[in-house]
């Protein structure tokens, strides 16, 4: 399945959107384009990124093969692509891999990054064959090969650090989640305390408990978002869809107890919640008519042919 660049503007940021990939600039001009490399030293060239016209038909398994395409679209239509050490993304691959193989208790000898050189074609063909070669090594059962590769997929995009990016496998995939938005969203390396909640979404399981905007989580399964200093990431991926996607590790689905302190009133408190699917996403364009010829147009998501949509003379 095709990847989806659209593209123009000054800067682009990236959605991963299950086997699409979509690219969104900040922008109305540029056709999207595509791009193609030499597939396995070959003498073929094989399209990284291609245009999806209609909706995206059923979800197949993640392979290799989509690991390399999301590679290359990503070093092709990235605003800093040109510059983009392409062994970060290598590199934040077998992170997310080796992670999920020590998790199920399959670690590899061979899970490990071959010895890279800067080249776009040549670094991805060695560490194309490893990867191949640990996954034909694992069991055959399909969901064990599926949830490695995912990790591996959200390994590769949680290593250009950008809250825009995330990866689902199906763009239906509904997701549990806590309905907390929290000051971090994804691991980074300049993270700082405190860990507090900035948006609670309505409906969700925060709003039932009555969590709100401001409130500091102290702990998260008796576990403090920070150590020394340093941002806990699996911490984080408890309480953070988002942040679970992108560092490799399964969205949270069991109960999850915060304890909070809330500034407001200097009160803490202490809640048990479990993680529901959430809700379809709302357009991702909204448009209210302010009279005469103005309106408020507002962008709520970065999805596949919505900066069309803001252009749009209509």
Not at 130 to 159: E, K
Not at 197 to 207: D, L, Q, R, S
Not at 287 to 295: C, E, F, K, N
Not at 300 to 309: G, H, N, S
């Amino acid at each position: 399945m095709g990847l989806v660049p659209v593209i123009g503007g000054r800067r682009v940021l990236a959605k991963a959107v299950g086997f699409v990939f979509a690219v969104l600039a900040v922008g109305c001009s540029a056709p999207p384009t595509t791009s193609a490399h030499t597939d396995g030293g070959g003498d073929h060239q094989v399209p990284t990124c291609q245009r999806l016209n209609g909706p995206p038909p059923p979800a197949t398994p993640t392979t290799v093969a989509t690991l390399r395409q999301a590679y290359f679209c990503i070093l092709d239509n990235w605003a800093d692509g040109k510059t983009l050490d392409n062994r970060v993304l290598i590199t934040g691959t077998f992170a997310g891999l080796t992670q999920e193989l020590e998790r199920r208790g399959l670690d590899q000898a061979a899970a490990m990054p071959p010895a890279l050189t800067g080249n776009h074609d040549g670094d991805w063909t060695s560490a194309g064959e490893v990867l191949q070669r640990v996954v034909d090594a694992l069991p055959a059962d399909p969901q064990v090969r599926q949830a490695v590769l995912a990790a591996a997929m959200n390994g590769l995009v949680a290593s250009v650090h950008d809250d825009h990016v995330s990866w689902r496998r199906s763009p239906g995939e509904r997701l549990p989640s806590l309905g907390v938005v929290t000051s971090v969203q994804v691991a980074r390396p300049d993270a700082t305390l405190p860990l507090f909640i900035t948006e609670v979404e309505p409906g969700t399981p925060a709003a039932a408990a009555g969590l709100q905007p401001g409130d500091t989580i102290i702990t998260v399964n008796g576990v403090a978002p920070f150590a020394n200093g340093q941002l806990n990431t699996g911490v984080l991926a408890w309480v953070s869809t988002t942040a679970a996607l992108t560092s490799g590790a399964p969205p949270p689905r069991g109960p999850v107890q915060l304890a909070l302190h809330r500034p407001s009133t200097g009160q803490d408190q202490t809640v048990d919640l479990t993680p529901n699917d959430l809700p379809p996403p709302p357009p991702p364009v909204a448009a209210t008519a302010l009279g005469g010829d103005i309106a408020k147009v507002k962008l709520t998501a970065f999805a596949p042919k919505a900066a069309a949509v803001v252009c749009s003379p209509r």
